[in-house]
């Protein structure tokens, strides 16, 4: 997933994550070169909750594809 989102800022030249990371790092020639701590915070922020997202929707696919793990099946035996 990273490296389609990278693929995807660098070959259609789209303002994304990883660009305002560098630009809150103070790594981009063109922007101030002192540290963002909000915007860092906040990128940090919605990495975090797009990967609690992403395990969930997992986590539920599974349940749902899984019959053993479906709430009320039966054990199996042994």
């Known amino acids: 997933m ?3 989102m990278v693929l995807v800022e660098w070959v259609f030249t789209l303002p994304g994550f990883f660009r305002h990371m560098r ?5 981009n020639l063109t922007a101030s070169t ?3 701590i909000p915007t860092l915070q906040a990128l ?3 990495a975090a909750v797009l990967i609690v ?3 969930l929707i997992g986590d539920l696919a ?3 594809l899984d019959p053993r793990i479906r ?3 039966a054990a199996p035996p042994g």
């Open 34 to 36: 002192s540290l963002d």
């Open 71 to 73: 709430p009320g099946a």
């Open 62 to 64: 599974i349940v749902e």
């Open 53 to 55: 997202v992403i395990s």
């Open 2 to 4: 990273v490296t389609n």
């Open 44 to 46: 940090a922020m919605w």
């Open 23 to 27: 630009r809150a790092l103070g790594q």
